[in-house]
């Protein structure tokens, strides 16, 4: 059983910069594919990107591609989301997840994923 426990979510103007870290126990990091996904009020939860077991294998949604980064620190059982130039839309309950998949592979779609994190809370101010 893997636990995930999310961090770093806060209230920021748009435009700043904001690091999630998700840092996982329970499991054997590196067998697992790591996801970011986000549920802003009143809407379904989406994709944000994800990084497979390689650490050069990401995914990214069209609406964070070129301003978010996902990085995985398997020494550290932890996964990272770097949010840049951050607008208003990105304001969400920000969720980490984690699948045991092949090493090339990066889930985006929820039913894919075995575990989950209870969510971080980010909120940008315009």
């Known amino acids: 059983q893997v636990q995930l426990v999310e961090s770093g979510g806060r209230l920021v103007q748009a435009g700043e910069s904001l690091r999630l870290s998700c840092v996982a126990s329970?499991?054997?990091?590196?067998?697992?594919?790591m996801g970011w996904f986000r549920q802003a009020p009143g809407k379904e939860r989406e994709f944000v990107g994800g990084?497979?077991?390689?650490?050069?294998?990401?995914l990214y949604s069209d609406s964070v591609k070129g301003r978010f980064t996902i990085s995985r620190d398997d020494a550290k059982s932890t996964v990272y989301l770097q949010m840049n130039s951050l607008k208003p839309d990105d304001t969400a309950v920000y969720y980490c997840?984690?699948?045991?998949?092949?090493?090339?592979?990066?889930?985006?779609?929820?039913?894919?994923?075995?575990?989950w994190g209870q969510g971080t809370q980010v909120t940008v101010s315009s």
């Open positions: 329970g499991g054997n990091f590196y067998n697992y594919a």
């Open positions: 990084v497979g077991r390689r650490v050069d294998v990401t």
């Open positions: 997840a984690a699948d045991r998949v092949g090493p090339w592979y990066v889930p985006r779609h929820e039913h894919e994923y075995d575990y």
